[in-house]
């Protein structure tokens, strides 16, 4: 029994046993590191994500209602307004503007021709006072005939017509004179220019038909403003909505009613919304790398009382993740996991044996973290996640640490 | 890109593994040539007394294999250590390489070190076979 245990012989065993181990361990694969996902099931929210921005549910912009000069507004942005009481700013007329020289001479003339009028006028005056006293005296006279008889009762009336016509011709004459006076005075006021410190009128105090606060005041200084010039914006921010502009193909699929989680608005949790409109218009915006994408707006109603997101204001940014659909439990797996393998879904899971087997799946519905599986594996499988290259069907893996 | 890589870092294992095996080569070859001249009077007087060539030959081998076999296991946990020490001193602020140890590599070392081995035994074994006996014998000590 000891004979054939030889020195040599232990010696040449030993040596055969490291070159065999030595050729084992060079021709054998080395396992694949690869990390590993699970299949389970869980809950699936499918969600649009995009940037929106609030804005005040109703924008009231308060604009001049007349032409004329706008004294400094005097209400700085977040001021608030009463409606009908608090002055949001007053127009006053403006200057009168500058004669030119043609002006100017024709406004001089027409005062030297209304003067010459107004002594012609006067010279009227004297003229009718004259035909009036006259007339006067031979109507006395005729009367005092006709009384005792001497002349006809024709003549009487004849000449009390004429009294009474220079009585009005006297009259006229007299207002002539009034009209012509007037006139020269129209026509001294047309020499009137800037600086002069005559007073105008109708000075207009704009004031806000609703309540709220002061958003923005994009007219502060005195200035000569147009009418219809957007003085201040007046909105309550009490009522803030979120609006997004979503790809239409996107907003399509986005249902009146939708919950949404709002992150990223620099407060401490996401808060909740509700979809309130998509609206039926859509609009060409060109995207940062020039393409042409028609989007569709969707307005999104807070679904938290205002002491959650007191801080906000208008025109602020937060990200919206609209959710299209969401179900409570369904079989899932990384999306990592899965590739495309011709026109299907497929993943790599790992047997029992520690390695890595292909298998072909149906996948449902997606998001950008999992994905539902129909059909093709069952829950509590280990998936291999981002599969490389060197990853195949029966290639040893590892779990890297 | 990893092909290329592979494919340069290939030709540099090719150099360094032969290298390496001239060196294995080089060592045992020496070392059995010193202890064959120091005991070819030793080796001579067994195979007078009626040792056979591959008794005789086993006692300068066997002493040779037993050497291989022990350094083995220290070679490969002195090369391990280097490597350590190796993507260490390689690490920078901007970037560290990992240590990717490989089983296949101390493997092929093993092997490398073996064939070279067996080559030298054979020359040896081919010296020790046509040992002058009558010379070796008068030499004095």
Redesign the interface.
């Known amino acids: 029994m000891r004979n054939w245990l030889t ?2 012989r232990l ?2 065993a ?2 055969v046993a ?2 065999a ?6 021709l ?1 694969e ?1 396992a694949v590191n690869v990390e590993l996902g699970r299949a389970e099931h869980g809950p699936l929210v499918v969600t649009i994500d995009d940037l929106g921005e609030t804005r005040v549910t109703n924008l009231y912009v308060v604009s001049a209602p007349i032409t004329g000069q706008l004294l400094r507004v005097p209400l700085k942005p977040g001021a608030q307004v009463v409606p009908r009481q608090t002055l949001l700013g007053r127009i006053q007329p403006v200057e009168p503007s500058p004669l030119d020289a043609r002006a100017y001479a024709q406004a001089t003339a027409e005062i030297r021709s209304l003067q010459a009028q107004l002594a012609a006028s006067q010279s009227r005056v004297s003229e009718a006072r004259a035909e009036q006293i006259l007339a006067e005296r031979e109507f006395s006279r005729a009367s005092d005939l006709a009384n005792r008889g001497f002349v006809s009762r024709a003549n009487v009336d004849r000449a009390r017509a004429a009294r009474d016509r220079s009585r009005a011709a006297f009259a006229e004459a007299n207002q002539s004179v009034a009209a012509t006076s007037q006139g020269l005075q129209a026509a001294r006021a047309a020499l009137m220019v800037a600086g002069t410190k005559a007073k105008g009128a109708g000075a207009v105090d704009v004031t806000s038909p609703v309540p709220g606060f002061v958003l923005r005041v994009p007219q502060e200084s005195e200035r000569v403003v147009v009418a219809g010039t957007p003085l201040v914006e007046v909105g309550d921010p009490d009522r803030l909505e979120i609006v997004t502009d979503l790809l239409s193909a996107d907003a399509v699929r986005v249902r009146p009613g939708a919950e949404v989680f709002i992150e990223d608005w620099g407060g401490d949790r996401p808060l909740k919304g509700r979809v309130r409109l998509v609206e039926p218009y859509g609009f060409t915006k060109i995207s940062a790398l020039g393409v042409e994408e028609q989007r569709v707006n969707v307005v999104i109603d807070f679904a938290e009382p205002r002491e959650a997101w007191l801080r906000l204001g208008h025109g602020y940014r937060a990200t919206v993740r609209i959710v299209v659909s969401a179900a409570p439990n369904v079989l899932k797996v990384p999306i990592s996991a899965l590739f495309r393998s011709g026109r299907e879904w497929s993943v790599f899971v790992v047997d029992a044996g520690g390695r890595a087997r292909s298998k072909q799946v149906k996948a449902g519905r997606m998001n950008d973290e999992e994905a539902e599986i129909v059909s093709g594996l069952a829950a509590g499988e280990r998936v291999i996640l981002h599969p490389s290259d060197k990853v195949d069907e029966g290639v040893r893996v590892r779990e890297r640490d | 890109m990893r092909d290329t890589v592979a494919e340069q870092m290939g030709i540099v294992t090719l150099f360094n593994t032969l290298f390496a095996a001239l060196i294995v080569l080089g060592v045992v070859y020496n070392s059995a040539r010193i202890s064959l001249s120091e005991r070819a009077r030793d080796l001579a007087s067994m195979r007078v007394l009626g040792f056979r060539r591959g008794e005789v030959a086993y006692v300068l081998l066997g002493e040779l294999g037993l050497l291989v076999l022990i350094s083995l296991p220290i070679g490969i946990g002195l090369g391990i250590a280097l490597t350590r020490y190796v993507t260490q001193q390689f690490s920078a602020d901007l970037y560290s390489i990992p240590l990717g140890f490989n089983p296949q590599t101390p493997a092929e070392g093993v092997l490398a070190v073996v064939v070279a081995a067996a080559a030298t035994a054979l020359l040896i074994r081919s010296r020790i076979d046509r040992l002058d006996l009558v010379r070796a014998l008068k030499t004095r000590e």
């Open positions: 020195g040599p010696l040449l030993l040596l490291a070159v181990l030595a050729v084992f361990v060079a054998r080395p």
